[in-house]
């Protein structure tokens, strides 16, 4: 991998993204809209909403990010970009490490804004430190990242990468704890939802706001999540065409 070249291509995605008004509002009013509903409607029910919030901030940062990448990634190849680019000295790694650095920056910023906005303006409240909280949630944001861009190899236009949501997102609301404790679910289903990277993630989140617990209880969670996100970039790798 050459780092000049993948940072080249990293420049790219930044400038490409920061042309396009709907990605950016994609980014920031989109997440502070839907964290807004969310606030407002429990306003009277402060237990529920601290009680949910941790989840929630998984939930919003893993459906932004991946929504973000897979239509922004598809966009580059129905327009020639990746084309163009694999006619290059350009390796896949380059290629795949390149747009995942442009994309996280993006994604990492729509992170920043939807947790500034759940503890500051709604207010949430937290018992851990907040840059744990912040740091899972980058953590998260590089998966999301990794699943956009493997999914919209498989998509032919924006509408089918809407479509993979019910099928990889909405599982995961139900099935990692967000409305039911895992504990608490059927022995099949909890041990289905391993197969789940936002399940750790949720984990990690309500134990550092609620519990008030560091990243230091939660090694497993995070080298898995990590794992998670390794393989994602495999498979897109592996997908995507030369």
């Known amino acids: 991998m050459n780092f000049d070249r993948t940072i080249a291509i990293s ?3 930044i400038r490409q993204v920061t042309k396009d008004h ?3 509002a994609l980014i920031i009013v989109a997440p502070v809209l ?3 509903l969310v606030g407002f409607s429990l306003v009277d029910q402060e237990d529920i909403l601290n009680r949910i919030a941790p989840a929630l901030l998984g939930v919003f940062v893993l459906f932004f990010t991946f929504l973000l990448t897979g239509v922004s990634f598809l966009r580059e190849r129905s327009q020639g970009t990746l084309e163009r680019l694999n006619i290059t000295p350009v390796s896949r790694a380059d290629l795949l490490v390149g747009y995942l650095f442009g994309f996280l920056l993006f994604a990492m910023l729509q992170s920043a ?3 500034g ?3 500051l303006v709604l207010p949430v ?5 907040i840059w744990h909280v912040f740091l899972v949630l ?3 944001t590089i998966v999301a990242v990794s699943l956009g861009i493997l999914v919209s190899t498989f998509a032919k ?3 089918q990468v809407v479509q993979f949501i019910p099928i990889i997102i909405v599982p995961q609301i139900f099935l990692t704890g967000v409305i039911v404790p895992v504990e608490s679910m059927p022995w099949v289903l909890e041990k289905i939802s391993i197969v789940f990277p936002l399940r750790y993630a949720v984990e990690m989140l309500v134990g550092i706001m609620l519990e008030g617990r560091s990243l230091v209880d939660f090694g497993t969670e995070i080298i898995v999540l990590a794992g998670f996100g390794i393989v994602f970039l495999i498979g897109a790798s592996l997908t995507v065409r030369r």
Do not use: D, H, K
């Not at 409240?125 to 430190?129: H, K, S, T």
């Open 113 to 115: 804004v939807i947790l």
């Open 138 to 140: 980058v953590l998260l």
């Open 22 to 24: 709907r990605s950016l």
């Open 157 to 159: 236009n924006e509408f």
């Open 117 to 119: 906005y759940t503890v």
């Open 34 to 36: 839907v964290m807004s």
């Open 11 to 13: 420049n790219r995605v």
């Open 125 to 129: 409240l937290y018992q851990g430190a």
